[in-house]
RNA sequence: GGUCCUGUGGCCGAGUGGCUAGGCAGAGGUCUGCAAAACCUCGUACAGCGGUUCGAAUCCGCUCGGGACCUCCA
């Protein structure tokens, strides 16, 4: 375990020392995704960025627990429902789409794109769905406590009272009385003792489609209570950290704490992190901009901002090139040059793999290279102990390739590193890549045997001066996306980086 | 309007008081049948104007530009 990990702490607005409240044990909770959409690329920074927070945290031997919702239980309505005469039209049920349906498929979807992603899996995904009875608790527990009020089958929060007691706007740094000097008048306000307030629970309109019985009438969980009701449940009323994307702040986050605080008699985290926004032209990508690009769009090319596909290593690349709090800002030479440069890593990845020490009396120890090799390896740990500052550990990674790709083409000797600091690098090397960013290789169709023996076809052609053949051979590699190296220390492939 | 963030070389993107970030693109070189890959070298950037300081991209102020949240949102 590291005593120097840092991360900033929306809290308190500062970086702090990590330290666990139970060691070696982490609670980690993540803010899932509303499942009425495909994902789009921003849902990939976010689960990239708690991914590789989780993929740390457990190479420095903590034993996490992950926790990922699905939101489940969204605003569903039935657009027809209120047509009286459109509503005869229908025929059967099963013309019609449930609701659950509707969470399966892009349930289905997500787990799919983030499985190309190598997002690992949460340890639990609860649905809020699953977790009405918890929530309905909560409800109860905040009712107990005076912090709450019913009214025509819904209740809400009581933030003004709350906020005698506790400050509420810690977590965004808004004070009640100046957000209620610019609140506007929306629908469904009446009910409400102050615009401030809340919803814990709603009674459910006619058309509302999902539903549940509640001691208040037939309805459904407020917008912020399922995280609340189900962190606790799964991580326990105080829990290490909690993340997700920096617009949920405010309102969400902010009404979290104010919620659990009352049914819990505790600030639900001890560490709040928030990744920035994916931009598209400097501009906030979101649905309701209409400027968003769904995963499935990035991964096919099938979109008129994108100029060509980009695999999903690309995209997690690109989005490890910034640190998480930067905003990121989407173009397509911005693309290019990460699938670049992440094709270029890969290629090191195979050759750190293949690289072995041979000891050799006569080389020379060479103490600047062992230095910088070591200093590198810090660089790479001390870079995620900041902040998790994937850029730096990029960085770092990308100046160690220097070394290896050193090493494979003879420019280079093992020998002269010493045993301990070579293995060090390639250890060092595929660590992070692989384990901590996560960054897997993404293989053509080619058996590995068929290239061994095409190189050996090419080394011999060669040898005998046949360069029809030669190139040829070449040629063909390249249709395959690949390229031969030809090196003094021999031939080798590897993948096409334009 | 309120709260807050931000402006780095052709592009992306770290750094945040003095010491080469890195990637992509570009130039030159080594290697090579020609290439490719790889390696080496190169740009001397920090929105503008003031101020603090021995010294600022980095701190402070102002100006200009961009953005986020205040409503579901990763």
Redo the contacts with the bound molecule.
């Keep these: 375990m590291s005593p120097n990990l840092r991360l900033y702490n929306t809290l308190t607005k500062q970086k702090e020392l990590f330290e666990p409240l139970n060691p070696p044990f982490v609670g980690m909770y993540v803010?899932g995704?509303?499942v009425y959409g495909d994902a789009h690329l921003?849902?990939a920074?976010?689960y990239i960025v708690f991914d590789v927070l989780f993929r740390y945290l457990q190479s420095l031997g903590y034993r996490v627990r992950y926790v990922r919702n699905i939101t489940d239980v969204g605003h569903l309505s039935d657009e027809v429902a209120g047509e009286g005469e459109d509503r005869i039209a229908r025929k059967a049920k099963l013309q019609q789409l449930e609701p659950m349906e509707v969470a399966q498929r892009y349930t289905d979807s997500f787990h799919a794109d983030m499985d190309r992603l190598n997002v690992r899996h949460p340890s639990i995904e609860p649905r809020a769905s699953g977790h009405i009875p918890e929530q309905i608790a909560l409800v109860e527990a905040i009712l107990r406590g005076g912090l709450a009020y019913e009214a025509n089958g819904s209740v809400y929060f009581d933030v003004l009272k709350y906020n005698e007691h506790r400050p509420y706007g810690v977590l965004?740094?808004?004070v009640p009385e100046?957000?209620l000097a610019?609140?506007?008048d929306l629908d469904g306000q009446r009910e409400k003792r102050n615009p401030l307030d809340f919803a814990l629970w709603k009674n459910a309109a006619p058309e509302h489609l999902m539903r549940w019985p509640s001691p208040w009438g037939v309805g459904f969980p407020g917008?912020h209570l399922e995280c609340s009701a189900m962190g606790a449940k799964y991580l326990g009323n105080r829990f290490d950290i909690h993340g997700?994307?920096?617009?949920?702040?405010?309102?969400?986050h902010e009404c979290e704490i104010a919620q659990s605080q009352a049914g819990h008699r505790t600030e639900p985290a001890k560490y709040w992190l928030h990744?920035n926004?994916?931009?598209i032209n400097?501009?906030?990508?979101?649905?309701?901009l209409g400027n968003f690009i769904n995963l499935n769009a990035v991964f096919s090319g099938n979109h008129a901002l994108l100029q060509q596909a980009y695999t999903p290593m690309t995209v997690r690349f690109f989005v490890l090139?910034?640190?998480y709090r930067?905003?990121?800002?989407f173009?397509n030479?911005?693309l290019?040059?990460?699938q670049?440069?992440y094709r270029?890593l890969m290629?090191g990845l195979r050759i750190a793999r293949q690289l072995a020490y041979a000891p050799d009396e006569t080389v020379a120890a060479d103490e600047r290279n062992r230095q910088e090799v070591n200093a590198l390896c810090e660089g790479c740990t001390k870079g995620m102990d900041?902040d998790l500052?994937t850029?730096?550990v990029?960085?770092n990674l990308?100046?160690l390739?220097?070394k290896i790709?050193?090493i494979?083409?003879g420019?280079l000797q093992a020998a002269a590193l010493g045993e301990e600091t070579f293995n060090r690098l390639t250890t060092t090397f595929i660590t992070f890549t692989e384990e901590i960013l996560g960054l897997r290789e993404e293989k053509s169709a080619n058996p590995d045997e068929l290239i061994v023996s095409l190189l050996e076809l090419y080394r011999e052609a060669?040898a005998a001066k046949e360069?029809d053949k030669?190139?040829k051979i070449?040629g063909y590699f390249k249709t395959q996306g690949l390229?031969?190296?030809?090196?003094?220390t021999g031939i080798d492939w590897?993948y096409e980086?334009?």
């Excluded at 930067?326 to 800002?329: A, F, G, H, K, R």
């Excluded at 390229?483 to 003094?488: A, Q, R, T």
């Design positions: 803010c995704p509303t921003g849902h920074r976010a965004s740094g808004r100046d957000m610019g609140t506007r917008w997700g994307g920096m617009d949920l702040i405010f309102p969400h990744n926004m994916i931009t400097g501009q906030k990508m979101g649905r309701s090139q910034a640190q930067s905003p990121l800002d173009s030479e911005a290019q040059s990460a670049k440069g270029r290629n900041d500052n850029a730096v990029v960085a990308f100046n390739l220097k790709n050193s494979h083409t420019g060669k360069y030669v190139d070449r390229v031969i190296k030809d090196m003094k590897a980086e334009g």
